[in-house]
């Protein structure tokens, strides 16, 4: 299932300079990709969670930029550290040292996922034209890109009681994936897109109902009264999301 985001994800792959707070001295590590929202970081170095952490970050050339993160998810691969961050905080003037950074480095990543036929104009200016490829190839690609998503969805399976806030009703529903961001729904009732909803789960630690808001963003029928949504959460719960995993 794709994630439908507002800004693309660039696949960097490259080594750059990580400096945690007042730490004296930078860390090595490899951006993996990199958006207006996060990033995806692998570093031996293990990073605080459940805390907002300040950093700066050291790219090719004159991209150097401060940020406030939070750790959305963390894995641990072969003895390496894979981090995917959240930018907290993040100024105007660090993202357009981003995109700069992008469009110099990364041509193109910029045309394959800022306009569908984009990659065709770089490659025809560098006389490598692919005559296989077509508008049907980069959507391809970026569903695959989407797979690499900050907001890593996690399967899991919690009661939930939603209330329609647009006709006032309310629903039962399970959910079948969450992340920091965004919940994939189960329910008997087919909800219209961007219909906003109040959200309880039902934590399995017994303990208060978690709460939250946000809007269908796409919906998928599995048969007859049966449908599967995406709902995108208004913030991004950093901390609802850690109690979830805890219970």
């Not at 693309?8 to 993996?32: F, M, S």
């Not at 959910?175 to 909803?197: C, F, I, M, P």
Request: proline share 2%; glycine share 6%.
């Amino acid at each position: 299932m794709s994630e439908h985001r507002r800004f693309p994800r660039w696949q960097v792959n490259q080594q750059a300079k990580l400096k945690l707070g007042q730490a004296e001295e930078d860390v090595l590590c490899q951006v993996r990709d990199i958006n207006y929202k996060g990033m995806g970081v692998i570093l031996g170095a293990k990073l605080p969670q459940d805390v907002a952490l300040k950093l700066t970050l050291r790219l090719a050339g004159d991209c150097t930029f401060d940020a406030e993160v939070w750790v959305a998810w963390a894995k641990v691969i072969d003895g390496v550290n894979h981090y995917g961050l959240y930018f907290c905080r993040l100024r105007d003037a660090d993202k357009e040292k981003i995109y700069r950074f992008v469009h110099a480095h990364l041509p193109k990543e910029l045309a394959k996922n800022w306009w569908p036929d984009g990659l065709k104009v770089v490659e025809k200016q560098e006389d490598n034209v692919d005559n296989g490829y077509n508008k049907n190839n980069a959507e391809q690609e970026s569903e695959e890109t989407d797979d690499h998503r900050i907001f890593e969805r996690f399967p899991v399976n919690l009661s939930a009681r939603y209330l329609n806030l647009d006709t006032g009703k309310e629903g039962l529903a399970n959910t079948q994936d969450v992340s920091a961001k965004g919940l994939g729904l189960l329910t008997n009732e087919e909800l219209k897109l961007h219909t906003a909803l109040e959200i309880w789960l039902e934590m399995k630690d017994k303990g208060d109902l978690l709460y939250t808001r946000g809007e269908v963003v796409w919906i998928k029928t599995v048969d007859t009264n049966n449908y599967k949504l995406g709902v995108e959460l208004e913030k991004a719960d950093l901390m609802g999301i850690s109690r979830v995993f805890k219970s």
